[in-house]
């Protein structure tokens, strides 16, 4: 436990009033540590993603290097948005960040994403399957996560 509590020291968790539009990369990795993952999305931008529990922290610098958006991305809305427009497994990873799982399905040619989130207060779970050759979105489930709703318990089994 302790371990856990000093691995925390000099980063903070991420939380809506964490960083703030216009800082530099600097000021970001001071307040939160270093991110999960850093990537250049679709738009030439640098995001770096933050993950906690059942949340992933976007912060995108624009091209002056400081930052122009910062949002908790695992929302129905944004997922529901990617059902909608057709995705691919790019613009999810984009939008909504890493997944918690990937598998690949040799036999059907597809790949599934597994993403455990919260809607509000309910524990989620989406599940996106794509063409494993081209990264099409082939179909989305987004469900209730059972690990957390069976049986009337407060948490997976």
């Known amino acids: 436990m302790l371990v856990g509590a000093l691995a925390l020291v000099g980063c903070a968790i991420p939380n809506a009033g964490s960083v703030r539009p216009g800082e530099t990369p600097p000021q970001v990795r001071a307040k939160l540590g270093a991110p999960y993952v850093e990537r250049k999305i679709a738009s030439g931008d640098i995001a770096w993603y933050y993950i906690s529990d059942s949340y992933t922290w976007r912060v995108v610098f624009g091209r002056d290097g400081a930052v122009s958006e910062y949002a ?77 709703i069976s049986g009337g318990n407060s948490g997976p089994r």
């Open 72 to 148: 908790q991305v695992m929302t129905l809305e944004n997922f529901m948005r990617l059902r909608q427009v057709g995705a691919n497994r790019d613009g999810m990873y984009d939008l909504v960040g890493p997944p918690l799982q990937r598998m690949a399905f040799a036999r059907t040619g597809s790949e599934a994403w597994t993403y455990r989130w919260r809607d509000m207060t309910i524990p989620s779970v989406t599940d996106a399957v794509f063409d494993a050759r081209t990264g099409e979105l082939r179909y989305m489930g987004i469900y209730w996560d059972p690990a957390y």
